[in-house]
């Protein structure tokens, strides 16, 4: 098995750009969660998927962001318009069920750069 | 409210040297804890976990935590550490009613002297 997948592993954007990341689970895997992580705050969850349905996004930090999962085994997560402190990376995990006994796969991240 | 503490940043010990990473979690219910290792560039991977049972759980990479319910930790051990363990090691309870949400600790660095 590949793994989880990401892409693309390093974006740099200017300001008010749009920026769309990327993510492929795990063939079989129904739980997605969407993390940040950057040096002031480490590691938050910014939204959890299950069965392509979302099911908690209160870490979503503002409506400039927005996360999709068209279908069971993709899912995107966008920011329109980027600003510098977007800059982190992100990282996409996915389970195959939901609850804690279930191990959380993470991605290799997408380091994004907003100037 | 739910917290994870781990109160190392850093940590430096000599490789072949024992090493204990420490993590203090407020969760009042029974806690699910979890260690992951994030080496650098790449994505966090589980070393172990512990739900129930023996209080002491064996993980890979001949990693070893231990539960102590008296003093809310669950301390990573490992006895002998190589260079390749330099890494970042992140302690995380599950919570929330399905415990999907995992809270994180703030990490550890761990670095290795040759």
């Known amino acids: 098995d590949a793994g989880v997948i990401q892409s693309p592993r390093h974006e740099v954007t200017e300001m008010g750009q749009e920026v769309t990341l990327r993510c492929k689970l795990i063939?079989?895997?129904?739980?997605l969660f969407w993390y940040r992580q950057t040096m002031m705050r480490g590691l938050e969850l910014l939204i959890y998927?299950?069965?392509?349905?979302?099911?908690?996004d209160s870490g979503m930090p503002e409506d400039r962001f927005s996360a999709k999962m068209p279908n069971a085994s993709f899912s995107t997560l966008k920011i329109q318009p980027s600003e510098p402190r977007d800059s982190a990376v992100y990282f996409c995990?996915?389970?195959?069920?939901?609850?804690?006994?279930?191990?959380?796969?993470f991605g290799p991240g997408t380091r994004l750069t907003v100037l | 409210a739910q917290s994870v503490t781990q109160p190392d940043i850093h940590i430096t010990v000599s490789e072949g040297a024992s090493l204990e990473l420490r993590c203090n979690y407020s969760y009042g219910a029974t806690p699910y804890l979890f260690w992951y290792v994030q080496s650098p560039g790449q994505g966090l991977q589980l070393l172990l976990k512990?739900?129930?049972?023996d209080t002491l759980v064996q993980g890979i990479k001949g990693f070893e935590a231990e539960f102590k319910r008296s003093q809310s930790s669950f301390n990573l051990r490992k006895p002998s550490v190589h260079w390749s363990d330099a890494a970042e090691y992140f302690c995380a309870v599950g919570v929330g009613v399905s415990n999907y949400q995992l809270i994180w600790g703030a990490g550890t660095k761990l670095i290795i002297k040759p």
């Open positions: 063939s079989g895997h129904n739980s």
């Open positions: 512990y739900f129930s049972g």
């Open positions: 995990a996915s389970s195959k069920d939901r609850g804690p006994g279930n191990e959380q796969f």
């Open positions: 998927f299950n069965n392509n349905v979302p099911i908690d």
